[in-house]
């Protein structure tokens, strides 16, 4: 602006938008990707198109090539767009830059014959939270029954090309789409027909097979850019470079290296960097930053060039000492005009961002990168589930050791999030039977677990019914006395609950129970059965007590419930047991409540 100018400082260049192509698995993101690249070739116009490490770099002159007429170079001023190209890792989507996302704008790739998916779920979540602009490109159009390809043209000229049938049948789809998208609280619309991309999303039909409405996607993604991003975009070139670790990568020759996306500023090959670290910040010096050879010129020794600095917004490797402990999803901030401390304080504000909080005792999580943590970890916080550690990184023997420690079965477990198993952790787990959870959908991974958890708790339940005396008032019939004593025979009914061989039997006359005998055996038509459930007759045998002394034909019987068990049963077990069963529990103590208003409590 005039003011930077009047003071004297560096008004700022444009730099390149980063542009993050996201969505569900198979629905064309790679196919995309390599159309936007291949097509550049063939135009002949591969050497403006750079290949960056994890990204591609799409000048404004080669957009406007490829777009047809719909983009005019002289209504812009950005340089071009920089695609991050790592869809098979759909989780960048998570990736930061100081708290926003680290893609300006976004892509969201949806198949038109199979809709929203999982992870396109995932994806409109994380674009709503970071309220990253984007489009929806309405993917494989191509596969709509009678389609006629109009290969790499604009999408309203082929649509034009097409039966009515197939039109319609494409319009069904397309509305289906923006029915989904409302569903999830965005409004959208044809990308035609859209005023204002800030408040209604566009939906760019194509086919990254054929191209049709590629040059659409490329000329919205830039109008959208130049429209609403200038501002951001304004950087200080020769700045000390600020940008996002993508990957940490074991690179021959080089060791262990960072893939960056740099969003601001520059890095030169003899800069001091600071790097977010698994304990604290990595305070190092860069020894070399590599971008790939171009295809004509591979040699053997390796597939990298080094470069001497590179400016935002590019993806660069960096090779430096001590990068061991970096993570996905840190930041990286280049030392210069201000002091180490100063810019150490500021990576260690952003990566406290990330933090995690932990508990004593609850599951181990490891995820790709800093962001997918977080987010997982919110969505266990919702859940309720507790977590004793969170790392970026694959799963190592040291996590299941972790694990293996926790005290309840339910947290002898890892959740793993688009990250490897290392083998010796697999066979690790198997041993000492730690779960594993592996997903790379973050609700999902989630629901596996909460899932997996009612399973064990319904066990845990069904064992301790098992155990515990349960609840049963039954009475004596008449004329069904078949041994008066030693042991007593009689016949019964269960008017409530549940009457179970080996139980002690009580009458209540008085405010306190009165122990009868013990309960040995129950005949139902000269079969051995385990129980007697409400409403059941059966002959029972029961240990000490004289028919026409202790009991009466037609007296009232219960069993005796422990304190304990009484206790586990009404606070804990109350949605176990049915309806009948909590009838005899409630009277059961009510009888002892009358004398004592805290028992089993
Ligand atoms: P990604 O997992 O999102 O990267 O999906 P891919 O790009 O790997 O595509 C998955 C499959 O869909 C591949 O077999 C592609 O060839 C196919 N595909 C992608 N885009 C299109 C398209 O526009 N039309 C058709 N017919 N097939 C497509």
Redesign the pocket.
């Known amino acids: 602006s005039d003011a930077d100018a009047e003071d004297g400082t560096d008004p700022g260049e444009l730099r390149t938008p980063i542009v993050a192509v996201l969505?569900?698995?198979?629905?064309?993101?790679?196919?995309?990707l390599?159309k936007i690249r291949g097509s550049a070739v063939t135009e002949g116009e591969a050497g403006a198109i750079t290949q960056h490490i994890g990204a591609t770099a799409v000048p404004l002159d080669v957009i406007s090539d490829l777009s047809g007429r719909l983009v005019d170079p002289d209504d812009f001023d950005l340089p071009g767009l920089l695609f991050i190209d790592t869809?098979?890792h759909h989780s960048f989507s998570t990736l930061r830059s100081r708290g926003g996302a680290l893609a300006d704008i976004a892509i969201l790739?949806v198949?038109v014959n199979d809709g929203f998916q999982p992870q396109t779920l995932e994806a409109i979540d994380i674009l709503k939270r970071t309220q990253t602009p984007f489009v929806v490109a309405a993917?494989?159009?191509?596969?709509v029954p009678g389609w006629n390809p109009q290969p790499d043209t604009p999408i309203q000229g082929s649509i034009e090309a097409q039966s009515d049938r197939a039109e319609s049948d494409l319009n069904d789809r397309l509305y289906e789409i923006i029915g989904q998208m409302s569903d999830h609280g965005f409004s959208s619309d044809m990308y035609w027909r859209v005023q204002d991309f800030r408040n209604n999303i566009g939906v760019v039909p194509?086919?990254?097979?054929?191209g049709e409405g590629v040059p659409d996607l490329l000329a919205v993604m830039m109008g959208l850019s130049q429209r609403y991003m200038k501002e951001e975009m304004s950087i200080d070139t020769s700045g000390p470079g600020a940008g996002t670790v993508l990957e940490v990568k074991e690179e021959q020759g080089f060791g262990t290296t960072i893939d960056v996306v740099l969003y601001d500023g520059t890095v030169r090959e003899d800069d001091h960097i600071v790097v977010g670290g698994m304990n604290e910040p990595i305070v190092t010096d860069v020894r070399a930053l590599l971008q790939p050879r171009p295809l004509a010129e591979i040699r053997t020794e390796s597939r990298f060039e080094t470069v001497d600095e590179v400016v935002a917004a590019a993806g660069i490797k960096i090779a430096a000492p001590g990068l061991d402990d970096a993570m996905a999803g840190a930041p990286v901030r280049v030392v210069r005009d201000r002091g180490e401390a100063s810019v150490i304080e500021a990576v260690e504000a952003e990566l406290a961002q990330f933090e995690v909080e932990t508990a004593e005792e609850g599951v181990v999580v490891k995820a790709d990168t800093l962001g997918s943590l977080e987010a997982i970890a919110d969505a266990l916080a919702d859940a309720e589930v507790p977590i004793v550690r969170a790392e970026v990184g694959d799963v190592a023997p040291r996590d299941i050791a972790v694990a293996d420690t926790a005290n309840e079965s339910r947290h002898e477990t890892i959740l793993a999030f688009n990250v490897d198993v290392l083998p010796d952790a697999e066979r690790r787990a198997e041993e000492t039977g730690v779960s594993l959870f592996e997903d790379d959908v973050i609700y999902q991974l989630v629901e596996e677990y909460e899932e997996y958890v009612a399973e064990i708790e319904r066990a845990q339940q069904e064992n301790v019914l098992d155990k515990i005396q349960r609840p049963a008032r039954f009475q004596v019939l008449q004329d069904h006395t078949f041994r008066q004593s030693n042991p007593a025979v009689v016949g019964v009914e269960v008017m409530s609950g549940t009457l179970k061989r080996n139980s002690k039997v009580v009458t209540w006359n008085g405010t306190e129970p009165e122990r009868v005998g013990d309960l040995k055996s129950i005949q139902d038509e000269g079969e051995d059965v385990d129980e007697l459930r409400a409403g059941e007759r059966a002959a029972v045998s029961i240990d000490g007590p004289t028919v026409g002394r202790q009991i009466e034909e037609g007296d009232e019987l219960w069993t005796e419930l422990p304190e304990k068990h009484a206790k586990i049963l009404e606070q804990e077990l109350s949605d176990e047991i049915p309806a009948d069963e909590l009838e005899a529990l409630g009277m059961y103590l009510d009888k002892h409540r009358k004398r004592d208003p805290f028992w089993g409590k």
């Open positions: 969505g569900h698995v198979d629905h064309g993101k790679t196919t995309l390599d869809p098979g790739v198949d993917n494989k159009v191509d596969t194509c086919s990254a097979m054929t």
